[in-house]
């Protein structure tokens, strides 16, 4: 087991997050809650304080900090994609119900958390022998919202 868990800061929202989070990839699942024994500032005795829980083998934990702190860019969550209908499925599942695409495969889920979903093919256009090909789907690359992985393809290639 890794010695090092990302804690996410939620108000209120850490086990709806955390169910969510383990619903979308395999190798996922909550492993325990610690509720809150009194009133506190994190909310009322008997609501969810800590969620610790596993993401594709990861481990994380939410905090019900008791207070809003908006997330940034600068810590995101990447998941490598096997293939296009999983780069969809993830994409549509983290964007629905509030969450915001960005560019070059980012986005922000519903809580406000920076993810990026990413073809494993990536590495594979970008930094690829071809040194034109991988510029030609670098540049692709930055006029994609959800990546592509066909377009990544046909760009590297020139076709």
């Not at 610790?52 to 600068?74: D, I, S, V």
């Not at 034109?132 to 990546?147: C, D, Y």
Request: overall charge negative.
């Amino acid at each position: 087991m890794s010695k090092i868990v990302p804690c996410l800061w939620f108000n209120g929202n850490a086990e709806e997050a955390a169910n969510f989070y383990v619903s979308l990839l395999p190798d996922s699942r909550i492993e325990t809650v610690q509720r809150n024994m009194t009133d506190s500032r994190s909310g009322p005795a008997g609501s969810v304080l800590v969620m610790e829980f596993t993401l594709a083998g990861q481990r994380f934990m939410a905090l019900n900090g008791g207070m809003k702190f908006e997330y940034t860019h600068a810590v995101s969550f990447k998941i490598g994609c096997d293939d296009q209908a999983e780069v969809d499925r993830l994409w549509d599942a983290l964007c629905a119900d509030g969450g915001a695409p960005e560019q070059c495969g980012w986005l922000k889920d519903r809580y406000g958390v920076s993810w990026q979903i990413v073809p494993n093919a990536l590495p594979k256009y970008l930094g690829g022998a071809d040194r034109a090909g991988a510029s030609r789907a670098m540049a692709a690359m930055m006029k994609m919202v959800k990546l592509d992985i066909d377009g990544l393809r046909r760009a590297y290639e020139g076709t």
